[in-house]
């Protein structure tokens, strides 16, 4: 009777285990494995076992052959970083558009927005769903030479741009800087060897992809976010059903503080002296520079590419002018 009994209670603690959905996940990060943006998808993945998912994690260093296997099915999902998941959802995709989104505040509201369930519609696009945003930091200017410290010192510069953003390579070519085509595998490599004077990265960059040394004594890094850059977990939208798939980005959601004490703490590991501070009195023409050219890439004008959809730059405007108010873009009669 005993033995019945332990038996019965063996397989039901199994149960769960036995029904658990396994989902194959291709994963991104430029370090692989032992990565910080790895091991921030192993605790998302970690956590969606109590909701009934196994996740079957593969790393991959190259984020495009991570996408590339993600479309030719060997995987169910993808975590990739923003710029390289878009084309899955656009509206997700225009979290990064440029200069949107200068505090890690404003980033917070709008995570806990569309973590909302009346958010869902916006996460599925062409039979993908998005299943949770994770941020990894705002991007900044890295420069070889500190007197770039304005628009209008990069004109003529070279800068290693990723050749499938449209909108950086718009916004290059707005500020008359030069494209070096790049992508994420290689870009530091070239600032590093002096092929390019700028390169475009989030602050963990400075230590693992070793920035530090394309900067030298002579450079440093802007201190004004460019944009706010996130990885992003793409499934087909038959992988889960609706429930488990609003589970995802609530977990998605509970990992903010996690991920932004990591974020903080690679800011802050950068040499104080390395970071070069944008006078106040230019940041408000910069942020007006950014507005008119993502209308212009919401819209498709002057040449530009119609990236941006239109409810995020919508949702974005409204972040910023509730925590800035007095800000000139909020009372301009072409709000995004």
Not at 46 to 70: C, I, N, Q, R, W
Not at 164 to 170: E, P
Not at 172 to 191: H, R
């Amino acid at each position: 009777m005993i033995s019945k009994s332990l038996t019965a209670l063996t397989l039901a603690a199994l149960a769960p285990l036995a029904s658990a959905q396994t989902v194959k996940m291709c994963v991104f990060d430029v370090i692989g494995a032992n990565g910080d943006m790895y091991n921030m998808v192993k605790d998302f993945a970690l956590e969606m076992k109590s909701h009934g998912v196994d996740f079957d994690l593969k790393p991959y260093t190259d984020e495009g052959v991570a996408v590339g296997d993600f479309n030719a099915g060997q995987c169910d999902a993808v975590a990739a970083t923003d710029l390289r998941t878009r084309p899955f959802n656009r509206f997700t995709g225009s979290v990064s558009a440029v200069g949107a989104l200068p505090t890690y505040d404003d980033l917070e509201t709008l995570l806990a927005t569309l973590a909302q369930p009346k958010a869902t519609p916006l996460m599925k696009q062409d039979g993908y769903e998005v299943l949770g945003i994770v941020p990894i930091g705002a991007g900044y200017l890295f420069v070889n030479d500190r007197s770039m410290d304005t628009a209008g010192e990069l004109a003529g510069k070279r800068m290693a741009t990723l050749d499938y953003q449209k909108d950086a390579i718009h916004m290059v070519n707005f500020v008359k800087a030069t494209v070096v085509p790049s992508d994420i595998t290689n870009f530091a490599g070239k600032f590093n060897n002096g092929s390019v004077d700028t390169a475009y990265a989030p602050a963990f960059a400075y230590e693992a992809l070793e920035l530090y040394k394309g900067l030298s004594e002579k450079g440093g890094i802007v201190n004004y976010p460019l944009a706010q850059l996130t990885v992003q977990i793409i499934a087909r939208d038959d992988v889960l059903d609706g429930e488990t798939a609003q589970a995802a980005r609530q977990v998605a959601w509970n990992m903010y503080p996690q991920a932004m004490n990591l974020i903080s703490k690679q800011e802050e590991a950068i040499p104080d002296e390395k970071w070069i501070r944008t006078p106040e009195k230019d940041i408000q023409g910069y942020q007006e520079m950014f507005r008119q050219n993502r209308i212009e890439m919401r819209d498709g004008l002057n040449g530009a590419p119609d990236v941006y959809h239109p409810k995020m730059l919508s949702l974005l405007s409204k972040i910023r002018c509730a925590s800035n108010p007095s800000a000139s873009e909020c009372t301009s009669e072409n709000r995004e």
